[in-house]
């Protein structure tokens, strides 16, 4: 379980803005991200209205040597589906074409008003909170990878609205949102299970705390945006991420150990 605070109430634009612009910059050389489907549902059974989007990840060079070195060629795809019903969103991963049933890999995320000081935001049972791990991202203080730092992203640099954040901005600042991720995995390899798993866990902390640098430091690109400009960016992205995947060499996020 992860838990991010943020200096003012996220609006989703935000979130979806900066899943464009992450989605071009990861895409290229026959990996990153192929959206298949980004469509508003009224009146879903789980989550009511919602939007709900379907992709595929293509990750043969994104990975570790020791993934590729087990990995048969063609199966490093996962296909993730989202169900977006701000200020609750949901999104699952599954390898339907090679692990099929042995992969899953939930996010389930809410967005609360406060510091991060409700215990059980999720109401997990009392088998699953004695398992739950609680990670504290802090967006301006945790160290970030040398190959992830980027000054435009940094903000402790951030020299628009609301920006720089001080050491103690999470104690400091108002409004305060907090952004509480619960993160499942279930993996089943005998041998590289506990392996893999923590490999995931690893990720996906690296994976939120860029992305949520990255929210903050483009606010003053999207603070303005109606939803109807973001759904414009969205389709506009959808047809330049074809393009980028075939046509532009390998960029983003890499993970050569």
């Known amino acids: 379980s992860s838990g991010l605070n943020s200096e003012w109430p996220l609006r989703p634009g935000g979130q979806l803005y900066a899943v464009a612009e992450a989605s071009k910059a990861e895409t290229g ?30 990750l043969e060079h994104k990975v570790p040597r020791w993934v590729r070195a087990f990995a048969p060629a063609g199966s490093l795809h996962l296909y993730e589906e989202a169900w977006n019903a701000y200020p609750y969103c949901k999104t699952v991963l599954t390898n339907p074409g090679y692990m099929k049933d042995k992969f899953t890999l939930s996010i389930t995320t809410w967005h609360k008003p406060g510091r991060g000081s409700i ?17 504290k991202i802090d967006i301006a203080n945790d160290e970030v990878r040398p190959a992830d730092y980027k000054p435009e992203f940094d903000p402790t640099k951030y020299s628009h609205e609301r920006g720089p954040l001080s050491d103690k901005w999470q104690e400091q600042c108002e409004p305060v949102m907090t952004c509480y991720k619960l993160v499942e995995c ?11 798993e923590d490999y995931i866990m690893i990720a996906e902390r690296r994976l939120f705390t860029n992305f949520h640098r990255q929210v903050f430091c483009t606010h003053y690109q999207w603070k303005d945006m109606t ?7 969205e389709d506009a992205t959808a047809e330049e991420l074809k393009d980028q995947r075939t046509n532009r060499g390998l960029q983003g996020t890499t993970d050569n150990k």
């Not at 298949?36 to 009224?42: F, R, S, T």
């Not at 005998?190 to 392996?195: G, K, M, N, S």
């Not at 939803?227 to 960016?233: F, G, H, T």
């Open 227 to 233: 939803m109807a400009d973001i759904r414009a960016l």
């Open 29 to 58: 050389g026959g990996d990153g991200v192929e959206v298949i489907k980004n469509e508003p549902l009224v009146g879903h059974e789980q989550f009511g209205d919602c939007q709900y989007t379907k992709k595929i990840y293509h």
């Open 119 to 135: 215990e059980n935001v999720h109401d997990l049972p009392a088998e699953k909170l004695a398992q739950r791990k609680v990670v």
């Open 186 to 196: 279930e993996f089943i390899w005998r041998f590289l299970q506990t392996r893999v």
